[in-house]
């Protein structure tokens, strides 16, 4: 893969406080396009596995983050125990995103302490997702 995880990527507090605050679809195109620049997502996980979110018509969804730095602002009340974990994006792709779909669960793009993130199917994000990686293959 032409692509490469940039370990360096720090997120300060004016990029944390200028991001959370955009509105859902522009949240979303920002996951799409750091995720794939950097080879790398985050998802919360606790004890219990993966931290999976339900909406109020009882549809899951899986959250996932560009960086460590918004999940953590999310392990708060329920998910206090989780913690950010990375995922490689190639392996999100191809693997991942297949899984969810035939488990019929959606994703979460992008929650905030605020917004509840951007709901999709992972046709969808997996679509985007490889839009955006064929930049990096050239």
Known sequence: ??????????VNEAEFTSVVDLAGPRRYEY????????????????EGGWVIAEDDEGDQHFPVWPHQRFAQALATGRWSD????????????DEWLSDL??????VAVFQTPSDEGVG??????????????EQFNL
């Open 1 to 10: 893969m032409g692509h490469h995880a940039d370990m360096s990527w720090e």
């Open 120 to 133: 999709v199917s992972p046709q969808r994000l997996k679509r985007d997702l490889e839009t955006e990686l």
């Open 82 to 93: 989780a913690a950010p974990m990375a995922i490689d994006i190639d392996a999100w792709v």
């Open 31 to 46: 996951f799409v396009k750091r995720a794939a620049s950097h080879g790398r997502l985050w998802g919360l996980r606790g």
């Open 101 to 106: 779909a035939r488990d019929g669960i959606r």
